[in-house]
């Protein structure tokens, strides 16, 4: 399973930008999703994740900023990112929980980061 994350960016105070995390290669199924960020020399944090179901969950600072979702048919994710503030800019990493077949554990799949830049 490869994850391959895009969607990363410059934008001013206040725009927007969307990210995306498609999932390729053979796989059984993908339960959760999640996008992280990590500032240099900081721990890498949840931002937003979502269940199999659609349940979704925010860091308190997105909330009512950004939207995750997700297109099962497709292995992808989203993260809608508005009003976007200078503290916001970092490497956004996205997360899979997947299994390469009916009889494997469940496993976490990393992307590579994307680099969000907020600045006037």
């Known amino acids: 399973v490869q994850l391959q994350a895009y969607g990363g960016g410059l934008v001013q105070p206040g725009g927007s930008l969307r990210l995306s995390c498609a999932a390729s290669g053979s796989f059984f199924s993908v339960g959760a999703m999640g996008w992280y960020r990590q500032a240099p020399g900081k721990q890498r944090e949840l931002v937003a994740s979502?269940?199999?179901?659609?349940?979704?969950n925010y860091q308190d600072s997105v909330k009512g900023r950004f939207t995750i979702s997700r297109e099962n048919a497709k292995n992808t994710m989203y993260l809608q990112m508005n009003s976007l503030k200078p503290e916001d800019t970092t490497n956004y990493y996205c997360?899979?929980?997947?299994?390469?077949?009916?009889?494997?554990?469940?496993?976490?799949?990393w992307g590579q980061g994307t680099q969000v830049t907020v600045s006037s």
């Open positions: 979502i269940t199999s179901v659609g349940a979704t």
């Open positions: 997360k899979f929980q997947a299994r390469r077949n009916q009889w494997d554990n469940w496993n976490d799949y």
